[in-house]
């Protein structure tokens, strides 16, 4: 038997960084949703006990470094399942983005083997393992749009937000996620993101009220490390996306547009400099 699961990437409209923990990480305040951009991820059982990765991009690792490895680890030992499995993992959301495709890979593989070995675990226990494996995982598996807190697997969800369209567009750099928020200083006087103002407009089903709520604390750090994100950022504003932000870490840019008629000249502009664009809709 053959099983797909697909694996989207998600957007943050929202975040906010409270303050850091004792335990190393930070306390964050996110609104996340997914986009129509994803990963595909094909479960085969093997008939030896070993699990086998393969993938068409050459630029991942397919070992234990991989996150569908680690969850498909994860669940083998803690229900102590002795069967294999063979992934192909069809990879296409852009690595190191800030658009957590590792966690969604390793979400896909947690919702997938749970049909595959008929473990019948529901969907708050593969949320629990996958906060084991990165801190976007539990997101990721439940999907929709929610409120993130804690280190983001303290989720609330929410109802969708108006639909649009979502441009993104990554610089060819890598941001290390870890390296962003070890720069990052919550400073007294600093301007947070509201929270309570996006709950508002995406319960009005304001575009417009929604990309005027955009807000990343984290694009102070990377906006000044990498000129190249802030360059993608203005650009898109030139071109007439109605909403722009960074998403995650970064350093992809992702720009919110109403209008189809706008897509072109967006796309085309970005692509002058930048060669990994796209364009798609939210997953509401
Ligand atoms: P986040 O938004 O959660 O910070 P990201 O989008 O910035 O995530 P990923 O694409 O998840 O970053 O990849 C981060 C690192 O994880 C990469 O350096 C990559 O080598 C490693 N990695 C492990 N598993 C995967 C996977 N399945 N797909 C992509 N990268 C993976």
């Not at 803690?78 to 983005?97: E, M, N, Q, T, W």
């Not at 108006?162 to 060819?172: D, G």
């Not at 996620?177 to 007294?188: Q, S």
Request: hydrophobic content about 40%; proline content about 5%.
């Amino acid at each position: 038997m053959k099983i797909y699961e697909k694996a989207p990437a998600k957007i943050n409209l929202l975040l906010d960084v409270i303050r850091k923990r004792d335990d190393g990480y930070h306390e964050v305040e996110m609104i996340m949703t997914m986009v129509d951009l994803a990963d595909r991820l094909e479960m085969e059982e093997l008939p030896r006990d070993q699990i086998v990765l393969t993938s068409q991009a050459g630029f991942i690792p397919l070992d234990e470094k991989n996150l569908a490895f680690q969850a498909a680890r994860l669940i083998k030992e803690r229900y102590s399942v002795s069967r294999g499995v063979y992934f192909h993992l069809d990879k296409r959301i852009p690595v190191a983005a800030g658009l957590a495709g590792g966690s969604s890979d390793a979400a896909a593989a947690l919702r997938g083997l749970n049909r595959l070995w008929q473990l019948g675990l529901t969907l708050e226990e593969l949320e629990a393992l996958g906060a084991e494996l990165g801190s976007d995982v539990p997101f990721c598996i439940r999907g929709g749009t929610a409120i993130a807190r804690g280190r983001g697997e303290v989720l609330e969800s929410i109802a969708p937000p108006p639909q649009c369209w979502v441009v993104l567009a990554k610089p060819p750099i890598n941001v290390s996620t870890a390296d962003v928020y070890g720069k990052f200083k919550a400073h007294e006087g600093q301007s947070h993101p509201s929270i309570p103002g996006m709950l508002d407009a995406i319960r009005r089903q304001s575009f417009q009220a929604m990309c005027d709520a955009l807000g990343n604390v984290l694009e102070t750090v990377t906006l000044h490390s990498y000129p190249e994100v802030r360059q993608i950022k203005e650009c898109m504003v030139k071109l007439g996306a109605d909403g722009v932000l960074m998403s995650g870490s970064g350093p992809t840019v992702f720009g919110l547009v109403a209008k189809e008629t706008k897509l072109a000249r967006i796309y085309n502009g970005l692509r002058g400099f930048c060669k990994e664009v796209y364009v798609v809709r939210m997953l509401t």
